[in-house]
Every structure is written in structure tokens, then in C-alpha cells.
């Protein structure tokens, strides 16, 4: 009786007997769909339409074949991973999804949340990096216990966590206009945060690739080599000038009743002036 309803669905006896598995370890139940509260730890912010219509007609031509997790919450459950499914469901006109009921704790159950939809779901990278940062903030994980976790290298968790360095603004764009998670680690070079939204959105404009983006930034943030005056060497006309101007001084002087003494020695590198005024006249 408890599978009635999805054996309608289902196309394949493994499918079948896939649920059977969990009727025998007595963990599937199932639930009104409008009984079940939205995750409160879902990491995804975009649900794409294109994927989410493929879900739904796969659900409706075969039924759920991996079962909701969920927490019994009053007199609710509180869904702990399966948005999309959850989502599918509901468009393809089931009342009724299959679950499984977990007694975990709230923080147990909210961090397994988190996990289970990082290992499941197809989430964009500032949506990944944003679970990392919460699992590290509120279950006090460190970056090696997550990669654990997700079995990955600790230092793609460390890659990740830096994109959070980038402005909402900026993260909102690179998301909406679907650039590569090289596209964003390149724009992490930029300090000037203005600079640095003129870039991306130039970026975004001429469509560049990332090898351009980031030639692009380099050239931007490329510090500016000012060039040196060169240097200007004297010229017997400067040298005559000057002379000429000293001449002019002590001629001067001796109007003004005073009889300097004066001196010039041409040297190879330089001329020599010597002016001599006496104290007394």
C-alpha cells in the first residue's frame, strides 16, 4: 500500500525496488507536499528554469526516485535536503513525496543540510563558497574538516572562501552573466573596487575569455612608469648666455662705483667665473 502511488510512476523494477530498501529499514515516509517547510540552510540562491523543467517532467513521467530528508518540526517537517526535488514535485502535481525522516538535532540536522545539498546539487562556486563560510561561522568547521567532508583538497575549499573577497555587486554580475570561477579569481587582483567594476563590466561587454581577462587586468593594474626627461646638456649658446649675463652684473657693479675683479678659465668640462668684490671701495 505504501507504494502504490509510485509504482504508478516508476518505469523499471530497480527503481521499485531502490524504495522497497527503505520500507524495509522502515526510514520512508510518505508526505503531503505542503506539509514540508523550505530548507533553512539551503546554500542554493538560483534555480535555474531550464533544469528545473527537466525535473519536473522527469518526476512526472517516473516519480521521485531519490527520497526527501527532512525533520519533523511541530506540526510540519522541515526540509533538510531536496529543494529541487521538493520544487519538481509540486509542478508535476504530486501531493505526496517520498522521505526520509531524520532525528537528528536543529544544529545536526541544519549542518547536515548544508552538506548534503554541497555533495548533491549542481550550486554555482559563490554559492558553494558561501556554505563553506557558514559552516565555518556557525558549526565551527574547520577548512580541512570540510574538505573532509566533501572530499576534496583543502586547498579548492581555500579557493573558494577567497571569491567571498569580491563585492556583492560583482558577485551578482559574474553569477547573472554566467563567467567562469577563473573569470572571478582573476578579479581578485583588483583592490580599487571601482576599477574593478569598470573591468568587469567591460569583461562582460566585449565577452572576453579568461586569458584576455586576465591580460586585461594586468595592463589595469599595471603601475604606470613615468618616463624620465632626458637630460639636458648645455650648449655653447647656453654657456655664452650665461656668461654674457655675469658680464652684465659687474658692469653693473662698477656703475654703482664698485670695481669687482674678475676671472674666466675655460676648462675642458666647465668655465670657471670668478668675481671678486672688495669690501671697501
Not at 535555474?48 to 522527469?58: G, V
Not at 545539498?117 to 565551527?140: C, G, I, S, V, Y
Not at 664698485?258 to 668675481?275: A, G, M, N, S
Request: glycine fraction near 2%.
Amino acid at each position: 500500500m505504501l507504494f502504490t502511488g509510485l509504482s504508478r510512476k516508476l518505469k523499471t523494477t530497480r527503481e521499485v525496488s531502490s524504495l522497497a530498501r527503505f520500507k524495509q529499514k522502515d526510514s520512508l515516509q510518505w508526505i503531503e507536499a505542503d506539509a514540508i517547510l523550505p530548507a533553512a540552510n539551503q546554500p542554493r540562491t538560483l534555480f535555474r528554469e531550464e533544469p528545473l523543467k527537466e525535473l519536473t517532467q522527469s518526476i512526472a513521467d517516473h516519480g521521485i526516485l531519490q527520497p526527501l530528508l527532512v525533520q519533523r518540526e511541530g506540526e510540519h517537517y522541515r526540509l533538510i535536503a531536496g529543494e529541487r526535488r521538493l520544487r519538481a514535485a509540486k509542478e508535476a502535481g504530486l501531493t505526496k513525496v517520498p522521505c526520509v525522516l531524520t532525528e537528528k538535532s536543529a544544529a545536526e540536522a541544519a549542518k547536515l543540510s548544508l552538506i548534503e545539498n554541497l555533495q548533491r546539487e549542481n550550486l554555482t562556486f559563490f554559492e558553494e563558497a558561501a556554505a563553506f563560510r557558514r559552516l565555518m561561522d556557525e558549526f565551527t568547521l574547520t577548512q580541512a574538516e570540510i574538505a573532509r567532508s566533501m572530499n576534496r583538497d583543502p586547498s579548492t575549499i581555500a579557493n573558494k572562501l577567497r571569491l567571498l573577497k569580491l563585492p556583492i555587486a560583482a558577485q551578482f554580475l559574474i553569477q547573472k552573466n554566467q563567467l567562469t570561477e577563473r573569470h572571478a579569481r582573476a578579479f581578485l587582483r583588483v583592490e580599487d573596487q571601482e576599477l574593478l567594476m569598470e573591468l568587469l563590466e567591460t569583461v562582460i561587454e566585449e565577452e572576453l575569455t579568461v586569458q584576455e581577462t586576465e591580460k586585461r587586468i594586468a595592463a589595469a593594474i599595471t603601475p604606470k612608469e613615468k618616463k624620465q626627461k632626458p637630460r639636458r646638456v648645455g650648449s655653447v649658446k647656453d654657456i655664452r648666455l650665461c656668461i654674457n649675463t655675469l658680464n652684465h652684473t659687474v658692469a653693473t657693479l662698477k656703475q654703482a662705483g664698485i670695481k669687482p675683479q674678475t676671472q674666466i678659465k675655460e676648462e675642458e668640462r666647465f668655465v670657471e667665473y670668478i668675481i671678486r668684490i672688495p669690501k671697501t671701495s
